[in-house]
């Protein structure tokens, strides 16, 4: 079953659901999105990638965390998904993070696009 998240209702009152590509996109965006400690039955889910907001934005900040995320999508994705390349770069106060996949179950390759801190 694919939930819809956010969570909420389809118009017979049950849970929503979606297609696959688009959860699987959900679930990329809230493993950004966790920081680590967050969730207290999954203490390492998370990659603190949403943190980022508050800290000084830089190239050495950027190459760190890319391999957090790499790390993270490989624990707790690695099911779903192969990650074909996870590239983060630094602009001006902005993080920006793509993140290449393919979803196992049907062999597609996506590519999403995610970023963090002040956009003009």
């Known amino acids: 079953m694919n939930l819809q998240f956010s969570y909420g209702f ?3 009152g049950w849970t929503a ?3 696959l590509a ?3 996109a959900d679930m ?3 493993l950004l999105l966790t920081a680590p400690g967050e969730r207290v039955n999954r203490p390492t889910f998370g990659t ?4 980022l907001v508050f800290a000084g934005i830089s190239d050495s900040l950027a190459a760190a965390q890319q391999q ?3 790390a993270s999508l490989q624990q707790w994705l690695s099911d779903l998904i ?3 390349a996870v590239t983060v770069t630094s602009e001006d106060s902005t993080l920006n993070i793509v993140v290449q996949y393919i979803i196992l179950q049907t062999q597609q390759q996506q590519t999403q696009q995610v970023s963090f801190g002040v956009t003009a």
């Open 10 to 12: 389809s118009a017979n």
């Open 17 to 19: 659901q979606t297609d």
């Open 22 to 24: 688009t959860h699987v």
């Open 28 to 30: 990329i965006e809230q």
């Open 48 to 51: 603190g990638t949403g943190q």
């Open 68 to 70: 957090i995320i790499q």
């Open 82 to 84: 192969k990650v074909q």
